[in-house]
């Protein structure tokens, strides 16, 4: 009824019945003015979808206008950098040392056949069957590689280290001991690449330990790792040179300033070290790398000044012996022949410098390590006062002192009138000269491998009032060890002014400006 | 297919489109994709047809004034298994990176739970299949367990060698969570004692020589085994061939950095007819005043050996504080240790404690290296009720 009522109604008056449309004409003659019946303008469509996108458009835009605004990484043009590198394919390393002893290839999908035990293994492939030759060989080729995965046997016999290392194809393990080394990094890199002993026979091991707040030795050592065994460090290098060159024409900052009083020769020969041509063998990757984090709880800082107070001399040689031994214990494998201790800190080294020390087979070997100075102080100095053969009057002095004392050269505390490796340097001797020594120092030491295997290494407390680099001489010497150093074959560190030097440099410069 | 149609629609309607679309399309498949600029999509400063996992990224860059990539100019092989061990967190596979935090290296009393490793040192002079039966049987997780062994070069070594190795092929081939985690098997270097018979090889004077060649051989060994992941080490002679199963777990869970177990041996007593004990290990002592006067008074490359009527030392022997009656865990301090069963954390020895071969303090080999440990700062305990037991020998 109700509905019916309203139709009815809805329909009835005259009026209401004109104003639907009945026909197509009435839509397109304009009579219809109701704008819900009249088809959408043509084009509106387009327009929206162009806006629409125009929108998107210029959001990009504003978007990449604002990143761009706030980098504030310096957008380096690289085409700036007037460094051509020939270019070059990747070449896949071939050498067999890259994959001897425990970097053997085992291929996991052979070892997860053996799973469930070698006899599951037989019964399950083979049933009741005599295996066939061809099977046969199969199969121990397999169990070999299966046994091969866990299990290594070595004959440390063959590991004694020769002299010709490089012929012999001994493997060498470098270690370095680093702290707070940032800014040396990339010199103790480029000396690493310099080295000429086949890098596929050199395992590198780093022990990074006690570092400061906000120093990033350890991320700069990984990421300059990867770039140098992919054999693209050089490239970088070059590059970070180039910048530096660039921006110290600009301005000169106050950690250079001792540099205009160093010899120009000295600074000469430096620059000259560094630059291109490189040996062949310059950028191919090492054997491996290994890279050992661990904190000793070291107190003491490692600005030269608080370095080298004879007080603490005796507990920070305690703790450097400690940080040493671990790095061998965890680093050494039973086929290293030689082992290389090394300070990240040197500036001058020849790169031939392992095959040197090894070429006279002793046992341990060190060269004499002397730095430069500025020319107001005579321009060069020994730096390394700890190779030294022993004198009678220190054997005395020993006596009188308490077990947990521990002597140091170079202090007028410790009378010892030891000969030292340093002052027996003539710049122009022959470097193949040799000296039996009783203490070492630990700037760059060459020893046998089997040496630490016997035992031998820097004590962590004090033997015979000794610690560290001195007593591991020691201890290598009672042990029938032999020890030696070449004292016209001159490595030179790099040179830290100290407080007192920094204090007449800037004398001397303010006397310089006034004039 | 609804909307295909619709878009077919919309392009046959509006032509400009068939011009746009897909000049769009390819704008922003090539600014996602292959740019290689500030990251777009904040996925990091890679494309996505090189992207990488997150492990595999670094956070920052640290050369920010280089070009970014460049073409690495040597690849090695591809590399399936390296360095025995299979810690994702320690390996950057590609160039042989290898980065160890040895921070997070422990040694705790709850050794099996905490997963940590225990390497096992033998010197081997002859393989006992006792011997090995007992090493099978500890109940320490394998794949925590590394063995190591040291082997002469000597004829009986020679034996020794053979033996040991179809032992080791069994167990390493066998079932995977039945194998041990790792075996290194050494030929000693230095040169070894010959003397084996038993009267002949513990008569005074030759003590220093055999002492000094046992030294060698436990440092080749141990230096040539321990890794960044050992924690612990435990000395076990080849001749201790009965042990309790659960000797590991006991032993880490007094967590001292040295100790030492008490060594007997099993015999039968012809007097009373029945099966006695007797202790074997004299080596594990405390100081007395007595072995200090005759320290004193020794030259300096003398050594003071125990168990001889010659150097009478007066020292309490740990082998003589056995009381069945007390607790098994009870701990005692000492002086100087043996090897027969000692464990020690691997961070003793990492700091450098070793076995002297020279005369160090008047003492040598196990007993000397108590004494560096001791130099070192390390407590050495042992467990006088604790017992496990030798080999009876009938020369």
């Known amino acids: 009824m109700g509905i019916l009522d309203r139709v009815n109604r809805a329909i009835g008056s005259k009026n209401k019945r004109n104003e639907f449309p009945t026909t197509n004409k009435e839509y397109t003659n304009g009579k219809i003015k109701d704008k819900k019946y009249l088809p959408k303008k043509k084009g509106s469509r387009t327009t929206k979808l162009l806006t629409t996108i125009g929108i998107i458009v210029a959001c990009f835009c504003v978007f990449r206008l604002v990143v761009f605004l706030t980098q504030d990484n310096a957008i380096f043009d690289h085409s700036k950098i007037n460094i051509k590198v020939p270019s070059y394919t990747t070449k896949s390393l071939e050498d067999a040392e890259y994959y001897d002893y425990d970097f053997e290839d085992i291929k996991p999908e052979i070892i997860s056949k053996f799973d469930q035990g070698v006899q599951h293994y037989l019964i399950s492939e083979f049933g009741d069957d005599v295996l066939t030759p061809k099977d046969n060989e199969r199969y121990e080729r397999e169990l070999s590689m299966l046994l091969d995965s866990t299990v290594e046997s070595y004959d440390l016999a063959d590991f004694r280290g020769s002299p010709k290392g490089t012929e012999h194809r001994d493997h060498i393990l470098v270690c370095i001991p680093l702290r707070d080394a940032e800014d040396v990094m990339p010199l103790m890199f480029k000396h690493l690449m310099n080295l000429t002993y086949p890098h596929e026979l050199i395992d590198l091991a780093f022990l990074v330990s006690d570092c400061s707040e906000g120093d990033h030795t350890l991320h700069a050592l990984l990421e300059y790792s990867k770039q140098l065994q992919n054999g693209t460090l050089s490239q970088v290098f070059a590059e970070m040179d180039y910048v530096k060159k660039q921006s110290k024409s600009k301005s000169a900052s106050a950690d250079d300033m001792h540099i205009k009083y160093m010899s120009p020769e000295y600074i000469a020969e430096v620059e000259r070290a560094f630059k291109p041509p490189f040996h062949a063998n310059y950028d191919k990757p090492f054997r491996s790398v290994q890279i050992f984090q661990k904190d000793f709880g070291q107190v003491i800082g490692q600005g030269f000044s608080d370095r080298h107070a004879v007080k603490v001399q005796g507990i920070r040689r305690k703790l450097m012996g400690r940080a040493r031994n671990w790095l061998t214990a965890n680093a050494i494998k039973p086929y290293h022949s030689w082992v290389y201790w090394r300070d990240a800190d040197v500036e001058l080294c020849p790169g031939s410098i392992i095959e040197d020390l090894m070429a006279k087979d002793y046992d341990i070997m060190v060269p004499n390590v002397w730095r430069p100075l500025p020319e107001f102080l005579d321009s060069e100095q020994p730096y390394d006062l700890n190779s030294w053969i022993e004198s009678q009057e220190a054997i005395k002095l020993a006596h009188t002192l308490d077990e947990d004392d521990v002597i140091v050269e170079g202090y007028a505390e410790y009378p010892t009138w030891r000969v030292h490796l340093a002052y027996l340097r003539n710049a122009e001797g022959d470097p193949k000269e040799v000296v039996d020594l009783d203490g070492v120092g630990g700037v760059s030491i060459l020893a046998k491998a089997k040496l630490f295997r016997s035992g031998v290494q820097f004590p962590a407390f004090t033997f015979e009032n000794h610690a560290e680099t001195e007593a591991f001489g020691k201890m290598a010497k009672k042990m029938g060890f032999r020890v030696g150093g070449l004292p016209h074959y001159t490595v030179w560190h790099i040179y830290e002014p100290s407080d007192d030097d920094l204090k007449q440099i800037a004398t001397k410069e303010r006397e310089a400006r006034r004039e | ?395």
Request: glycine share 4%.
């Open chain 2, 1 to 395: 297919m609804g909307s295909l149609s619709l878009i077919t629609y919309r392009i046959k309607k509006n032509p400009i489109l068939t011009l746009l679309l897909p000049l769009i399309a390819l704008c922003s498949i090539y600014f996602v994709v292959f740019r290689t600029d500030d990251s777009i999509i904040g996925i990091g400063s890679l494309p996505i047809s090189g992207h990488k996992w997150a492990h595999e990224v670094e956070n920052t860059w640290y050369f920010p004034y280089t070009s970014r990539f460049k073409m690495p100019r040597y690849s090695y092989k591809t590399q399936h298994n390296w360095l025995f061990n299979d810690r994702v967190e320690d390996i950057i596979p590609e160039g042989h990176i290898a980065h160890y935090d040895l921070n997070k290296l422990r040694s705790t009393s709850d050794a099996a739970v905490d997963k940590e490793r225990v390497l096992i040192l033998t010197p081997l002079q002859s393989f006992d299949q006792r011997y090995w039966n007992n090493i099978l049987q500890l109940s320490y997780p394998r794949e925590l367990i590394e063995l190591g062994f040291i082997i002469p070069r000597t004829k009986t070594g020679e034996e020794a060698l053979k033996q040991l190795e179809i032992a080791i092929k069994n167990v390493q081939s066998d079932k995977k969570n039945q194998r041990f985690a790792k075996v290194t098997i050494l030929k000693q270097d230095s040169q070894s004692f010959d003397k084996l018979q038993e009267k002949e090889r513990h008569a005074l004077n030759v003590q220093k020589d055999r002492r000094a060649a046992m030294a060698l051989a436990r440092n080749e060994l141990l230096f040539s085994t321990i890794g960044p992941h050992t924690s612990w080490v435990l000395w076990l002679d080849a001749d201790i061939i009965e042990t309790p199963i659960t000797l590991i777990q006991d032993m880490t869970a007094h967590d001292k950095p040295v100790l030492a177990a008490n060594v007997y041996q099993r015999y039968y007593d012809e007097d009373n007819k029945e099966n006695a004990i007797r202790p074997y290990d004299f080596n594990n002592w405390q100081e007395s005043d007595t072995g200090r006067e005759i320290a004193a008074g020794m030259q300096p490359d003398e050594i003071i050996v125990e168990g001889y009527a010659e150097i009478a030392t007066y020292r309490p022997l740990m082998a003589h504080y056995y009381n069945k009656n007390n607790p098994i865990g009870e701990e005692m301090m000492l002086d100087g240790v043996g090897g027969g069963c000692t464990l020690v954390k691997a961070e003793v020895h990492r700091d450098g404690a070793m076995f002297p071969s020279f005369p160090f303090y008047h003492l040598i080999e196990t007993e000397g290296f108590a004494k560096m440990a001791k130099r070192l700062n390390y407590e050495v305990y042992g467990l006088p009720n604790y017992l496990v037991y030798h080999k009876e020998e009938f020369n």
